[in-house]
């Protein structure tokens, strides 16, 4: 079974920085195109950031400048570089495999990461 | 692209049929996705591409729509459907409703 495995999160100043993982298991990260979707306490998801197959990558607007996704293909693994912090940022950040083949759906998720930023 | 779902809340009895639906922005193709969301769990997906269920997904699921209105419609709800329920689109960067929370009475 396909599996994605989050790790990194934790409490955080504003202003601070933090980098989120997240290992692929049966599948190959760089054949994908892979996401990080975050929800707040009681909210929504909200998508933050893709890299797509080829490698480009793009942005929430809320997070653009501050944070960088990337991808290690030897560690088959996704990274997202949280750097300058803001108290909003708080959420369950989740990565997410999605599918070009079924309508660009998210289709595995992790259980997710808890990230809270706080004085 | 903004996704407005409705109702935001409601409440029906097992066995009845339950339609939640979603209004678009913006005219969507067809990348129009529709996941079930479990207290401490990560997000589902139930079906892909407005109308195609994905595999392992009880068939009482469907999906349907054009342009900008789609709808999730459980055809007899089971007391495991309890849940929030989100529309996403991927047409563009991809966005989310607000959610639709599913209570049995």
């Known amino acids: 079974e396909v599996q994605l495995v989050e790790s990194g999160g934790g409490l955080i100043q504003p202003g601070g920085s933090l980098r989120l993982s997240c290992a692929a298991l049966?599948?190959?990260?760089?054949?994908?195109?892979m996401n990080w979707v975050r929800q707040a306490p009681g909210k929504g998801p909200e998508w933050v950031s893709v890299?797509?197959?080829?490698?480009?990558?793009f942005y929430a607007d809320s997070v653009k400048g501050r944070f960088t996704i990337s991808r290690d293909i030897s560690r088959n693994t996704l990274y997202l570089q949280m750097n300058n912090l803001e108290v909003d940022d708080t959420a369950v950040y989740y990565c997410?495999?999605?599918?070009?083949?079924?309508?660009?759906?998210?289709?595995?998720w992790g259980k997710g990461t808890t990230v809270i930023v706080s004085s | 692209i903004q996704l407005t779902q409705s109702p935001s809340s409601l409440s029906a009895s097992v066995g009845d049929r339950v339609t939640i639906t979603c209004r678009a922005s913006e005219r969507v193709t067809k990348n129009l996705n529709w996941y079930q969301q479990k207290p401490g769990e990560a997000p589902k997906l139930l079906i892909y591409g407005i109308f195609s269920l994905q595999g392992g997904v009880p068939s009482r699921f469907s999906g349907g729509g054009y342009g900008t209105d789609f709808t999730l419609t459980i055809s007899s709800l089971q007391p495991e459907d309890s849940a929030i329920y989100y529309c996403q689109q991927s047409e563009k960067a991809p966005s989310f409703g607000g959610g639709t929370k599913v209570e049995i009475e």
């Open positions: 049966r599948f190959a990260v760089s054949d994908n195109y």
């Open positions: 890299i797509y197959s080829g490698g480009s990558t």
């Open positions: 997410a495999r999605r599918l070009v083949a079924a309508a660009e759906a998210m289709d595995v």
